[in-house]
């Protein structure tokens, strides 16, 4: 029943029993125009002396904010809890998708606090969420709810897919913070993040260390604390360090390289390249020559290398 006129003052606005949004401020779908809001009705149900949402908390949180006194409400009245719940879902849906976090609550209340078995939860009330349906899914959406409130935030903002957002669901809190801290000081694309991540799990579950000790490595709070390098510098300067910690003799072999080159003394004007991951054969060499003084020097320069052998040195360390 429609209730165009229905006052606020006679909800229970503490009650979140069918509550899912998240962020509960989440108001995109009221439209104001001339001091008038303009949105789907808020519904509710007769609850003990007072009425409670169904769903649209977040408009009403909204039209509170804004010293709305009276509201356009929807009454409905069904003894069974779970048909109401999922009533406030599809009236969700027929207005705005879901995010994987509110989907991750959905679940979490079906099984906790309206004691659904997972089967059911699955096959019945999962194909309404979510396009494909899994005992895996399931289980990762719910494990969602763990993720500390600055992540979820992020997830929603970036619209980050489920394939990375359940992994930082599975790290304990003092690992997500200081996760997110680092996701948000350097600004990591999507796909940096996932390259991260997919590292990260490699060497907490191989050091059986958690991500807090790995960060806490003196040359990463050097990053933290560098106030001059531009975003791209840092990012790259922090995934330098990490490879350092997942392929330990890749460094020491880079390591090798880079100063047999530095044996040569080379002028400024010849770069000598190595093949990228040291893979294949051969060097590249950059020679800019902008006169014939340069031109000789850089000629007496090969050959002085050619006949101290330092060159061999370089070789054999590839």
Do not use: C
Not at 13 to 28: A, K, L, Q
Not at 92 to 104: A, F, S, V, Y
Not at 209 to 221: E, V
């Amino acid at each position: 029943m429609l209730q165009s006129h229905f006052p606020i003052d006679n909800i229970n606005i503490n009650d979140f029993i069918y509550n899912f949004s998240y962020p509960i401020d989440n108001t995109t779908s009221i439209l104001s125009y001339n001091n008038n809001f303009y949105y789907t009705p808020i519904i509710i149900e007769k609850h003990n002396n007072s009425y409670r949402v169904i769903e649209g908390y977040s408009r009403l949180k909204f039209l509170i904010s804004k010293d709305v006194k009276h509201i356009q409400a929807v009454i409905h009245q069904d003894d069974n809890t779970l048909n109401l719940f999922i009533t406030g879902i599809i009236s969700t849906l027929n207005h705005r998708k879901l995010n994987i976090i509110e989907k991750g609550i959905i679940l979490s209340k079906l099984q906790s606090q309206f004691n659904q078995e997972k089967d059911i939860i699955i096959n019945k009330i999962l194909p309404l969420i979510q396009e494909n349906q899994s005992i895996n899914l399931f289980k990762q959406f719910i494990q969602l709810n763990n993720l500390i409130d600055d992540l979820k935030m992020f997830i929603i903002n970036h619209n980050i897919q489920l394939s990375i957002a359940h992994p930082l669901s599975e790290y304990p809190v003092s690992d997500q913070e200081i996760i997110f801290h680092w996701i948000n000081h350097l600004k990591l694309s999507v796909s940096q993040i996932k390259i991260w991540l997919d590292t990260l799990h490699f060497l907490t579950k191989k050091n059986r260390l958690n991500a807090l000790d790995l960060l806490k490595n003196t040359s990463f709070n050097d990053i933290l604390t560098n106030a001059k390098s531009n975003k791209t510098s840092l990012q790259k300067i922090f995934f330098d360090e990490w490879n350092k910690i997942r392929y330990p003799r890749y460094e020491q072999h880079s390591t090798i390289v880079h100063n047999r080159i530095k044996d040569l003394k080379l002028p400024q004007k010849i770069k000598i390249q190595p093949p990228k991951h040291f893979e294949g054969q051969g060097i590249e060499i950059n020679i800019k020559i902008s006169s014939i003084e340069d031109y000789n020097q850089i000629l007496n320069k090969l050959i002085e290398i050619k006949e101290n052998q330092t060159m061999n040195h370089l070789f054999n360390a590839l």
